[in-house]
Structure formats: C-alpha cells, structure tokens
C-alpha cells in the first residue's frame, strides 16, 4: 500500500497538486499570448466584452468612487486641521485616490462583479459542453471566449479606474466646498499640485496590471471548470478570492518597486 503512495505521488498530493497549477497556468498564460497576435481577430466580440465590463460597471462605480471620496475626505480633515494644515486636503486627497485608491478600488469591485461574472459564464459552458461544441466549429473557443474577455478587462479597467478617480475627486470636492467654500477650479489646482508624470504612469501600470489580473484569473477558472453546477459556482468563487489576493500582492511590488525608482 506505501508502494502505491509512492508512485501515486511524486512529493505529497498537495504539493504534486501545486506543480500542476503552476505548469497549467503557465501553459494558459503561454497560450493567451500566442492567441493574442495571430488571427483572425473578433474585434465585434472585444467591443462587445469591453461593453459588458466597463459601462455596464459605470453605475456601481460612480456610487463607490463618490462615496470614498467624502468618507476619505471627511476622515482625513480633523488630523490636518489639528496641525493647521487643512489647506493641504485637496492636495492629500490628488494623491491618495489617483496614486492608490482610484485603481484598488475599482480593480477590487470589478474583481467581484467580472471576474466572478467571467468564471460563471466560462464555468457554465464549460460543464454544459458548448466549449467543446465550439471546438469542433470554424470558431477557435479559446481566442473568442478567453482572449476577448482577458484583452477587454486589460483595456476597459484603466479607463474605469480613472473615470473612479474623477468621480472620487468630485465627491471630495463636495466636502471641501461645503466646509472652505472653495471654488472647483482652485480645488483641482491645488488636488494636481503634487501629481507628477511618474503618479500617473504608476496609476495606469497599476489598473492594466490589474485588468489583466482579473481576466485571467476569471477566464482560467470558468475554462478549467468542472463538477457540473457545483463546479460554477467553484469557479466563480475562486476568480473573486485569488484576483483579489494577487491584486494586493502587485499592489505592493508596484509600490515598491516605483518607491525604489525614485529614491535611485
């Protein structure tokens, strides 16, 4: 029986099993890009996604960037005016949402509404066979349901991120107004005061980053599905779960590797 073991398994299951994660999304990753520069191109089936993920996300969006924006302003006032510094508000508000909060922040709702939204499309036909059934038509199911899908978060996320910071910034504006009577002209002024050209470049690595991290992880897990009904919800549950955790691990390499870049 420990003979069995043994040639049943390399190391331990969980370990075997760990290995043949990483060489099948290897393998899923290697095939993206090789899909990805060949045709034919759907480019109706990547507007369409690009639809699907960014306007049908606006409304959900617009709530959350507005209301981050007055909560962040609000919590951020009393510590500055205990040090005569609420003028810096405005610009203390620039940072933080175009630098950070505008990309996690959208990149973490659209984890939980795409890309669990991917996983249990791909997820459903992949148990009901349709993937299979498009295999053996003049449709390559890799290249229209995951390349599309991986390409039109990468694109669609950025432009939602910023879309968030403008909305973020709006709702801050609000608050500061009310309090300062500032106009919005000086507010916007004083928000991109402190924004240099390297913040933006970081902000917008950061929501591709991201964009793509949702695709894939939702298209990896909806085309690998199985189990029936029961393996749907698995996938989605997993797309929501393991984008969030490696979108907070870029967060922090991106952060630190743009720290290290301008301090050098």
């Known amino acids: 029986m420990y003979g069995d073991r ?3 398994h390399i190391f331990t299951r969980r370990v075997d099993q ?3 994660d990483v060489y ?3 393998k899923f990753f290697k095939t993206f890009f090789k899909e990805a520069f060949k045709r034919p191109f759907h480019f109706n089936e990547l507007i369409n996604q690009c639809y699907e993920v960014g306007f049908r996300s606006l409304p959900l969006i617009t709530l959350t960037g507005f209301i981050i924006g007055i909560v962040f302003t609000i919590q951020s006032r009393p510590p500055l005016e205990n040090f005569g510094a609420s003028s810096w508000l405005p610009s203390l508000m620039g940072i933080a949402i175009i630098k950070s909060l505008g990309p996690l922040v959208t990149s973490l709702i659209c984890a939980g509404k795409v890309g669990s939204g991917i996983g249990a499309e791909l997820g459903s036909m992949k148990v009901t066979e349709q993937i299979e059934a498009m295999e053996v038509s003049s ?5 229209f349901l995951v390349v599309n899908r991986i390409l039109a978060t990468t694109i669609t996320i950025p432009i939602l991120s910023f879309y968030c910071c403008f909305i973020a910034l709006m709702g ?3 608050n500061v107004h009310f309090e300062e009577s500032s106009s919005i002209i000086t507010f916007y002024q004083n928000a991109f005061s402190t924004i240099t050209f390297i913040d933006i470049i970081e902000s917008t690595i950061k929501a591709v980053t991201y964009g793509f991290t949702i695709g894939f992880v939702g298209c990896y897990n909806g085309y690998n599905a199985s189990q029936g009904t029961r ?3 698995k996938a989605a549950n997993l797309a929501v779960v393991y984008a969030m955790f490696i979108i907070f691990i870029e967060e922090i390499l991106i952060v630190q590797i743009f720290t290290w870049i301008i301090n050098s």
């Open 139 to 143: 449709i390559h199911p890799f290249k």
């Open 172 to 174: 801050s504006f609000i």
């Open 18 to 20: 760990f290995f043949r």
């Open 231 to 233: 393996g749907v919800g």
């Open 24 to 26: 099948d999304i290897s």
């Open 6 to 8: 043994i040639k049943k």
